[in-house]
């Protein structure tokens, strides 16, 4: 069954950088656009980043551009959220998710991904 466990989450001070790392099985990987979301506490779960299929392209929410990397590793069937530059509103839970069918478009909704992962905690300190 198709299964998304992520990783790398961890307690940071403002300004410093995580790697989020989300393994994938299950599924043919390499055929499907990757998404990350956030849901920080009493909010909504928020897009984040989706990559294509074969790396490219990727998007990101105006609230990550210019700090935060997507990037995937077919051969390791991961994908990948490189946060430099870290603010206290970049605290949540952090899951990543994929389009329910192959070589589906890209999407920045929710709704058009499914499967997700149990999620990995980010907290940056001010």
């Known amino acids: 069954q198709v299964q998304l466990v992520e990783s790398g989450g961890g307690l940071v001070q403002a300004g410093g950088s995580l790697r989020l790392s989300c393994a994938a099985s299950g599924f043919s990987f390499s055929s499907y656009v990757m998404g990350w979301f956030r849901q920080a506490p009493g909010k909504e779960r928020e897009f984040v980043a989706a990559?294509?299929?074969?790396?490219?392209?990727?998007n990101y929410a105006d609230s990550v551009k210019g700090r935060f990397i997507i990037s995937r590793d077919n051969s390791k069937n991961t994908v990948s959220l490189q946060m430099d530059s870290l603010k206290p509103e970049d605290t949540a839970l952090y899951y990543c998710?994929?389009?329910?069918?192959?070589?589906?478009?890209?999407?920045?909704?929710?709704?058009?991904?499914?499967?997700w992962g149990q999620g990995t905690q980010v907290t940056v300190s001010s």
């Open positions: 998710a994929k389009r329910p069918n192959s070589y589906a478009p890209m999407s920045q909704s929710e709704s058009d991904f499914g499967s």
């Open positions: 990559i294509g299929w074969k790396g490219i392209p990727t």
